[in-house]
């Protein structure tokens, strides 16, 4: 059943009621802790009465958790700043290392998929590890604890004390309290936030159905009670497309067809619009505190176009989107700048490509045979490699002037790979050359020398690994 639901929100201040205006919002203090009480829910302070604040405690920190993570993560202490940015260091780390395995996997495939989408992701580390480096060191420090607990495991405060002494002795900010009743069919839940640095706020919501739609209940009194605890008013997007079409706000995926997104910080958000046989749509939408805006975005449609495939050698599989089109060369229809295209044949490596990628109106791939001596090539490696280590200790100066042309030809190579062409093995051969290169020009102390060493022994096993 659909919950029905009615929302009365005021601010009891000295006594006297006032509606939730902009006027009203408290400003948050450098740090508070959350609270809560069971609540009487007709005579009982049974499981409904628990869930009810601990629902409405967990929604608050989500929407408080929302809008600052995308407000440049302002809602970190100092200490937390430092505790992410050491937790974002030890994931570049990971990140790094498993960029290294995908750059040493023979197999183009595996390169060609993941190897941007991981580069994407360090990038992006970056962008937050100097982001939140930049931040003061005021910020918001909210710490969630449950203030006592009796012995059936229900949170409580001890009575003999008013509850502001209570909140003062337990160093709480804020407790989430109040009753429940039944009314009309109805059950009726009066909500207080016992608020130490300013009024106190009211909540009534009124709701039938079950547990999901108390959530949808508690979600909404969050959403009214946040701007008098965050000190501003969410704004909410609604962006119209037609189903099929995805919607995309400030780069993360909001959805398919009609999208609705709330708990947005006020101001400019980046509002993208893709999808099969449409042309791509971006605008930068403004929106004020607690507006809700909508955007209408134009449709306009692609037409298809044919692209002739064709492969060397000839009659391999080609497939778009995973629906087989015919053996090439072959012609393929195609709309829009999504999708995938794929060519599979028998002792071949597959090739996977993008349909945004492929430019004009025909499209050609060498494709690379399977079935490389490996237990050679790790062979030829380890004497390449043990070669550039003595060179290390003889011309640190030739080998830091010769990384520069090293380089060049590693990325010469992988773009030659991307583009489909068969030299797995000359490619491998010279990233080989130009990572121990590197490791022995620029690693230019003994303790950060033995860490490339062992990083390229790392390689080297996971070559050994790869099937034949």
Known sequence: ???????????????????????DVIPLPESWVLGFLPLEVEGDTGTLGTVIPQLLAQELEGVRAHLFSSAELRAYSAYQRDLLIRRLLAERVKKVAERDEILFDPDP????????????????????????????????DRVPVEVYRDDAGLPFLPEGRTLEERMEKAGVDLVVRGEGRVAEGYLVVHLVLKWRYGPDVLWEGRYVGGVDELVDVVRKAADDLAPHLLGVRPARLVVEVPEGVQVFVDGEVAG????EVGRLLPGEHRVEVRGRGVEPWEAVVTIGEGEERVVEVPIREVPERL??????????????DGVYQGASPCEVRMRG?????????EGYLPVRAPVASIEGDAVEWVLSPVGIDLKERVRVKRERFYTWFGLFFMSVPLTV?????WADSYEA???ALSRGAANADDYLERMDVAAGCYYAGVVLNV???????????DYLRALERVPE
């Open 109 to 140: 495939l595996v390169r060609w998929e993941t190897l941007a989408s991981k580069k994407k992701e360090i990038r992006e580390l970056d962008r937050r590890i100097a982001r939140i480096g930049r931040l003061p060191d005021v910020a918001v």
């Open 337 to 345: 700048g999504v999708g995938v295209l794929e060519v599979r044949k």
């Open 307 to 320: 692209v002739q495939v064709s492969t060397v050698p000839g009659g391999a599989s080609v497939y778009l």
């Open 1 to 23: 059943m659909k919950a029905r639901v009615l929302l009365v929100g005021v601010l009891l201040a000295g006594g006297v009621a006032s509606g939730l205006v902009a006027e």
């Open 256 to 259: 398919m067809g009609r999208v």
């Open 401 to 405: 002037l010769s990384y520069g042309w």
């Open 447 to 457: 303790s950060l020398f033995v860490q490339a060493v062992l990083a390229f022994g």
């Open 413 to 415: 190579a992988e773009l």
